[in-house]
């Protein structure tokens, strides 16, 4: 995977913290550290790539399922998706893992822009799920992400937030990307 992208990919996923159980898909791999000395935790939503898209493998060296448009490679796909699933441990309500995650975005990088958008519809009946766009400069390119999150669970009953996000340097990709975006969330297991 091309450095800049890689790096960018990892300053796009900002751990989401927390959110009420629901659904019971998040799986926990041991996979090898970065530094390879020990194991690490990768905790895998229950994402399917939507039609048309496949998953680029490379995004579990970071955390995350990354999904690109079939054909394509990560270094020029227009758009790109991924998920991130992280422990609840306290249960919070979405709602304050979306104000915590913004407050963190805001920290980060004081000239981003952060704006709500209307809820979606949650998969098989899980309610409302809240989403945001986010517009910041990552090294001098711009990044817009339109971000959704939801609770999750695993077996075991333990809380998970689950982040989907859609990204791209183009508002013109963001929005024709923005119908995948919205199949993996209802599809979302």
């Known amino acids: 995977m091309h450095p800049a992208r890689l790096a960018a990919l990892a300053a796009l996923a900002v751990p989401l913290c ?13 996979t ?6 020990a194991l690490c935790p990768f905790f895998e939503a229950g994402a399917a790539p939507p039609e048309g898209w ?10 995350v399922l990354l999904f690109i448009p079939a054909g394509t490679t990560f270094d020029a796909a227009p758009a790109w998706i991924y998920v991130r699933a992280v422990p609840n441990e306290p249960k919070l309500p979405l709602a304050e893992i979306v104000a915590g995650d913004q407050a ?12 709500p958008r209307p809820d979606l519809a949650g998969p098989g009946g899980r309610g409302a799920v809240p989403v945001y766009d986010v517009v910041e400069d990552q090294g001098g390119r711009t990044v817009l992400e339109r971000v959704a999150t939801l609770a999750d669970q695993d077996r075991d009953g333990n809380a998970f937030a689950v982040g989907l996000i859609l990204a791209a340097e183009d508002p013109a990709d963001l929005e024709k990307a923005e119908p995948a975006f919205r199949a993996m969330l209802s599809a979302y297991r």
């Open 18 to 30: 927390l959110a009420a159980p629901a659904g019971a898909e998040v799986i926990k791999h041991l």
């Open 32 to 37: 090898p550290c970065p530094e390879g000395k």
């Open 54 to 63: 496949v998953e680029d493998r490379s995004g579990r060296e970071d955390g």
């Open 104 to 115: 963190r975005f805001r920290e980060d990088n004081p000239d981003v822009t952060i704006e």
